[in-house]
């Protein structure tokens, strides 16, 4: 489809084993943003990836959390020994470019259940 | 410290009248202020947004108001309809050194009865 792809949509796992995330954002979009939401809560920034430039990284929560963008396309969010408090939606949204007032396009995220 | 703010987490409207959802902030150094609209199980939509140098912006039955002195907006739907029953959020962005990123409120969870 022509949206931002996310997969899987549904991830149930144990505390302490590893999680991949994956996004496809829409075709041409340089910009390419991580959140989470977790119950009740906003939408909380995670990451940011433009280009080939270095990643904003700044809201990562741990170093448990780490993100790559392959080929200025894809990105995988990974999250390692995961920990009930990482249960959340995990969303990935695109932008043509990053200006501030850019509209960004959203998947349907991941819904990361954590027992 | 939450910078944007969106006081009622609900509001239920009747089909036809108007919806007011209201969102606050702190930070004077927002330039930006976007609504998304969403559904159970989706994604966020991008529903309209206003810049800082404005303080109207209208799109159909949405109209966005921005007072800025105030630090406050709000999204006007008029008419309401029942498929307008969704969460909204409202989100904020500066330029500068965080250019691009959002930083959303909790949202409002609006109920349109027929």
């Known amino acids: 489809g022509a949206g931002v792809s996310q997969s899987p949509s549904n991830k149930v796992t144990e505390k302490g084993k590893d999680v991949e995330l994956r996004c496809d954002p829409i075709s041409g979009h340089t910009a390419l943003y991580w959140y989470r939401q977790s119950l009740g809560q906003g939408l909380e920034f995670l990451i940011y990836?433009?280009?080939?430039?270095?990643?904003?990284k700044s809201g990562l929560p741990s170093d448990r959390f780490s993100a790559e963008r392959t080929g200025g396309s894809v990105s995988t969010l990974t999250i390692q020994r995961t920990q009930q408090e990482d249960s959340a939606v995990y969303l990935c949204?695109?932008?043509?470019?990053?200006?501030?007032?850019?509209?960004?396009?959203f998947g349907d995220g991941t819904r990361l259940s954590i027992l | 410290d939450q910078q944007v703010k969106q006081n009622s987490p609900s509001l239920s409207v009747q089909e036809g009248r108007i919806s007011i959802l209201n969102c606050d902030y702190t930070?004077?150094?927002?330039?930006?202020f976007l609504w998304y609209k969403k559904y159970p199980a989706e994604g966020p939509t991008f529903l309209i947004s206003?810049?800082?140098?404005?303080d109207k912006n209208e799109d159909g039955r949405f109209t966005v108001f921005l007072n800025k002195s105030a630090k406050h907006l709000s999204l006007h739907i008029v008419p309401s309809q029942p498929g307008d029953s969704a969460v909204y959020f409202c989100a904020a962005s500066a330029m500068g050194g965080s250019q691009g990123n959002l930083i959303f409120g909790k949202g409002t969870k609006l109920s349109v009865k027929p």
């Open positions: 930070n004077s150094m927002f330039d930006y």
């Open positions: 206003i810049s800082s140098i404005k």
């Open positions: 990836f433009q280009g080939n430039s270095a990643p904003d």
């Open positions: 949204a695109s932008s043509a470019y990053r200006e501030a007032g850019q509209p960004q396009h």
